[in-house]
Every structure is written in C-alpha cells, then in structure tokens.
T-cell receptor, first 109, second 113 residues
Framework: AQRVTQPEKLLSVFKGAPVELKCNYS??????LFWYVQYSRQRLQLLLR??SRESIKGFTADLNKGETSFHLKKPFAQEEDSAMYYC???????????FGTGTRLQVFP | SQTIHQWPATLVQPVGSPLSLECTVE??????LYWYRQAAGRGLQLLFY??????ISSEVPQNLSASRPQDRQFILSSKKLLLSDSGFYLC????????????FGPGTRLTVL
C-alpha cells in the first residue's frame, strides 16, 4: 500500500540555519510527489512538486528513489517559513493524494 | 480566476444532530472535488472524492456521507453526529487528469458536544 511518512512532528531552527523536512514514501512504481504548506491563518497550498524540479521560496526537494525519500530543504531559514508542511504522494492511476502527517516548522529570530 | 468557498467557517453541534457542510467552486467546470479531515498528528485524511455529479467515492468507513448535486457543489453530511466527528474539514478541487495540484478551501471547524 502507498504510504507517506513524515517522522518529525515539530522542527525548530533559528533564522539563517539550514532546514531539512523529511519525507519518506512507500510505492513501488514511479511516484509523483508534492509538498504542501499551510501558513498561519492561510489556506493549505501547493509549495512544489518533484516533476517541476523547481525552487520555490528558496525550498527545493529532490526525489531519491533509492532511499524512497523526498526531503524538503532550504539552506537559510527565514521567520516567514514558519508553517505546517505536508508531503503528499499521488496515487497511481487516480487524481487522489496521500498526505503525510505533517511537520510544523518553527523558525526563531 | 477560480475560487473555492466553504461554509460555515465554524460550527458547534450537539451529539446526535444532523450536519451539512457546503463547498462550492467558481471559475472552472467539471472539477475533481475532495473532502478531507485535518487532525493534529494525523495529517489530512481523504474522506470523499468525486469526479462528477452524483459520483462519490468513499475512502474510509465513517458516519459521514457526501453528495454532489451540481457540478461545482460538494456537500458533506451526517444524519447523527458523533463526538468523534469533531475536527477541521477541508474541501479541495483539482483539474481532472492533470498533475494534480489541489486547491483548498478555508475549512470548517466542527465541534460536536
């Protein structure tokens, strides 16, 4: 069965420190993976998707099929990055997403 | 541009009472529609999924049901609420057969007492 695991419920860093939010998935085929973010008092929204190979707000995520991971990284965290982050896997042959349990990122000044 | 609305924003209901949460989408046609429950420590759990009018897929057994009476309207219902139905309910839409960015509504906070 497909599954997404985010092992950290809370990650706290100081401004300017590197950030890595971990995401591991279980799926035997070619996965489509996403990171969604929810800032305080805002709607859940897409941050980035692996097929785009893009950097959004300084964040990147590389798909590692060997380790079945899709960790989200940023070299220098900013206070405005504080939010809830969800990793998601698209179920094959459907338009449905499987979400992880989320990681709350706190960036202290 | 496309927008998604949910109401009410908050709701407090007694155990055993009925429930109706509404979600509407504007600016697009024939969207996929989704109902999620968001719970602390449990992430987003997909409850229902719809690809068209009257077409509802239930993802988990539960006390809730969903209906799609119109193309851009998605309703979450219950005949008798349980305490365990308390939570934050999110509606979302996506373009069919795309790379599946889902667009989320503002959510409804339901408290069952």
């Amino acid at each position: 069965a497909q599954r997404v695991t985010q092992p950290e419920k809370l990650l706290s860093v100081f401004k300017g420190a590197p950030v890595e939010l971990k995401c591991n998935y279980s799926y035997s085929g070619s996965p489509e993976l996403f990171w969604y973010v929810q800032y305080s008092r805002q709607r859940l929204q897409l941050l980035l998707r692996h097929i785009s190979r893009e950097s959004i707000k300084g964040f990147t995520a590389d798909l590692n099929k060997g380790e079945t991971s899709f960790h989200l990284k940023k070299p220098f965290a900013q206070e405005e990055d504080s939010a809830m982050y969800y990793c998601a896997l698209k179920r094959p042959a459907t338009d449905k997403l499987i979400f992880g349990t989320g990681t709350r990122l706190q960036v202290f000044p | 541009s496309q927008t998604i609305h949910q109401w009410p924003a908050t709701l407090v209901q007694p155990v055993g009472s009925p429930l109706s949460l509404e979600c509407t989408v504007e600016g697009t046609s024939n969207p996929n529609l989704y109902w999620y429950r968001q719970a602390a420590g449990r992430g987003l759990q997909l409850l229902f999924y719809s690809v068209g009018i009257g077409q509802i897929s239930s993802e988990v057994p539960q006390n809730l049901s969903a209906s799609r009476p119109q193309d851009r309207q998605f309703i979450l219902s219950s005949k008798k609420l349980l305490l365990s139905d308390s939570g934050f309910y999110l509606c979302a839409w996506s373009v069919q057969r795309s790379h599946n960015e889902q667009f989320f509504g503002p959510g409804t906070r339901l408290t069952v007492l």
